[in-house]
Nanobody
């Protein structure tokens, strides 16, 4: 099992920036893929960005060029830098780990609100 603790959400103005962090309770070398998902009000949870154990990244089309996912293996932490934020980026952002053994774990979520 792994615990995931997200932080860094909050309120930002359109065009602003936020950085999310997800601290894992186990080594990232034991995790095949770490990802960020978001769920807008009334919507489904959707992939925003993910990074695998060898640092290959994938992004939703809507965030390409604006969001960057990185990780620090020494701190067992994954980050997502979000720039040029738009109101459509509003939602609850969840960290997800897909383990080498196939199990999937979710964090508790952190709220991001983009509004003027």
């Amino acid at each position: 099992q792994v615990q995931l603790v997200e932080s860094g959400g909050g309120l930002a103005q359109p065009g602003g920036s936020l950085r999310l962090s997800c601290a894992a309770s186990r080594s990232l070398y034991q995790i095949a893929t770490m990802g960020w998902y978001r769920q807008a009000p009334g919507g489904q949870r959707e992939l925003v960005a993910e990074i695998n154990v060898v640092n290959v990244t994938e992004y939703a089309d809507s965030v390409k060029g604006r969001f960057t996912i990185t990780k620090d293996n020494g701190k067992n932490t994954v980050y997502m830098e979000m720039n040029a934020l738009k109101p459509d980026d509003t939602g609850v952002y969840y960290c997800r780990s897909h383990m080498m053994d196939g199990y999937i774990y979710w964090g508790q979520g952190t709220q991001v609100t983009v509004s003027s």
